[in-house]
């Protein structure tokens, strides 16, 4: 019986540590684009680690694949902080 109460505790354990990892994420960041000069401030979801470096490096990424460069990200948050943001970020909320 003991054997099983442990059994148990280690599987919901795990199970919510799993579902912390799986836990949504976004980053807000600013961009650039040169000739002409265009900048522009946007939410995405990212789909790696929730931390500054990680979304550095994947928002980098999918932002350079449409022709603008990553400036900074400003800060990595989940769900909650997203309907504060959909307004400064315009067009490019969750766009990429």
Excluded at 15 to 24: K, N, R, T, W
Excluded at 57 to 85: D, I, K
């Amino acid at each position: 019986m003991r054997n099983m109460m442990l059994i148990s505790t280690l599987v919901a354990v795990s199970m919510l540590a799993g579902s912390a990892a799986a836990a949504e994420c976004y980053a807000d960041y600013k961009a650039k684009q040169d000739s002409p000069l265009r900048l522009h401030y946007g939410v995405m979801q990212v789909s790696g680690p929730c931390n500054k470096q990680s979304a550095r490096a994947e928002l980098a990424s999918r932002l350079r694949s449409q022709g603008w460069t990553l400036l900074n990200v400003l800060t990595v948050f989940g769900p909650e902080g997203l309907q504060q943001r959909k307004a400064n970020a315009g067009n490019f909320f969750l766009r990429y």
